[in-house]
């Protein structure tokens, strides 16, 4: 069925949009253009959804000036992989799971796929997601920064994310003694 | 492509605090985000990175919105070896329930498992039963790690006098930002070789940051009926001390409540009553008998926790959560009915300690084993925690406050 299917289905995917305008153009900083489902954008996406529905989506590509083509891909790739996983993602959601906090835990494919990109891909996908509103998204990302953190020192810390250490010594001693217990490790 | 690159990089050039990598700044409201991430003893260490995260993660908004993502299971863990004989230590465990780790211990000398906690906005007490070890009660600060011990118990006023079982629990007053302890204990008299028992009330206020006790126990005034001395059958929520009365509930089948202002130390009148009576329906019913009556504060509301078994089954039990919505008007609300056949334990005693950001109800299990479970009522499905099951607590609650900012509570 796949094989059948196959040939025709980039140019009937094209007339379905244009018919129904299933899929919204974005554009990012740089000008180029990205398609994405219209039900996922604004599933995922709260600036999208409401550029969707006040009719601000321009059919030859909406200006992300924010946004550069490398993060506007990933924002794409995700929204794409994200609607393709609503059926395990509710199967998991409902199965028996040891690890669940109040906020839920990146899925396998979730954490794939932010694992894969280099820390200014990482980086810019944070801020898009952020700017675009997508909560699950800057949730993960977030949630990958986060992991980045944990177990480092503070100069590490300030190499990785290139922070200036603003304190003097005497500072830095204080802080260490009032917060002695979470420095029982060192 | 390379343009917007090269734009970025020129952004970081100036030594913004938060800028990141190659590629630009990181806004603060995304940092917050990332932030949000980590357990309190990581953020604490972070502090030390520069000024605008130590500012950030001591913020009483953050605090609050880290402690909702991050609620903490408090309770006292026995040290390995003895202090010395027949007596050992307990630390203070502040755990994450989801990933087990603890996040912060604080030893607070020597304690046995008599010893008891309660919390009530951002504090802890530390108490034990007034026969065993009268004069070590306190309260903590666990953002600071401050220690007031508590005003020392007069001794026996006379040879005729004994004190049996003993409570001592805090409360904040919100409108002072006081904390107040209040100690009811069991007075044993012996008149003419005939020994009566009473209860005896007394209160103690802290300083205004709550870091020391200034004055000693006051008599309180007595309530119209005596309340129960057991942790299970009161709350305290928004300054407002609650019990259930020392009568038997069964066959009384009253659910009667009485309220103590904690700012104005005075009893209100009449009782709150429960939800039963003040909606007139019946606890019962063909199927079910009515086993046991808790209080509890649950995300800074009273709740009434009515457990059941099914009629000859007693294993077969279930809970009622009755949240209480408007206690002028006595209005009270079922959110939560939980079955517990599936988990039931015949000795177990099921205490609901928070309602999650999901939705899902914590559960602590204690009597026979101890376990923490999460209940979720749209499938209504049981889900063990197991995170706590290497780390043995006693006298479990939830931590209604932040590690983070002394000044942050939960209700």
Known sequence: MEVDKGKGEAEETRKVAEADRDTVTLKSSDGKLFEVSKEAAARLSTVLAGMIAGGSIDDNGTDLKQIGSEALENVVDYCNKHANSIPSAALISSSISFNTAPFKEPEEWERKFVDRLSHDALFDLVEAANFLGMERLLDVTCHKISEMMKGKSPDQIREVFNIKNDYTKEELEEIRQELAWAFYDD | MDSALQENVDQSEHNDPLAVGNDGVLPTDVLRDVLLHLP????????????????????????????????????????????????????????????????????????????????????????????????????????????????????????????????????????????????????????????????????????????NSDAGWRVMPCPPVDVTVGSLGRAVVKGVAYFLLDIPHWPAKSDDILEFDLDTEEWRYPALRGPFTSHNISAEDEDRVWESFHLANLNGCLVGIYNYHRRCRYTDCSMDLWFLVDAYKELWT????????????????????????????????????????????????WTNIPSLVDNLLFSVCIYHGSLLCSDTTMD
């Open chain 2, 334 to 381: 079922k959110r939560y009915s939980l079955q517990l056949a599936s988990i039931a334990h015949p000795c177990g005693v099921y205490f609901p300690l928070v309602i999650l950001d999901d939705g899902r109800v914590l559960i602590w299990v204690h009597g026979g084993v101890q376990k923490l479970k999460a209940y979720d009522p749209r499938t209504s499905a």
């Open chain 2, 40 to 211: 309190a003893d990581e953020l604490c260490r972070l502090r030390l990175v520069c000024r605008s995260w130590r500012s950030l993660t001591s913020d009483p908004i953050f605090a609050k919105a880290h402690s909702s993502r991050h609620p903490l299971i408090v309770g006292l863990h026995m040290q390995p070896r003895p202090i010395r004989r027949g007596s050992r230590g307990f630390d203070v465990h502040f755990v994450d329930p989801f990933s087990g780790d603890i996040v912060k211990q604080v030893t607070t000398g020597r304690a046995w498992d008599v010893h008891k906690l309660s919390t009530n906005h951002g504090r802890l007490c530390i108490s034990a039963d007034e026969r065993y070890d009268p004069e070590k009660n306190r309260v903590l600060n666990p953002a600071t790690g401050a220690i007031t011990m508590l005003p020392d118990t007069s001794k026996h006023e006379n040879e005729s006098t004994s004190y049996g079982s003993s409570t001592c629990f805090l409360g904040c007053v919100p409108s002072t930002g006081e904390y107040k302890v209040i100690r009811i204990r069991r007075r044993h008299e012996r008149r003419n070789l005939v020994e009566e028992v009473e209860l005896d009330y007394h209160i103690a206020t802290l300083g205004g940051d709550g870091n």
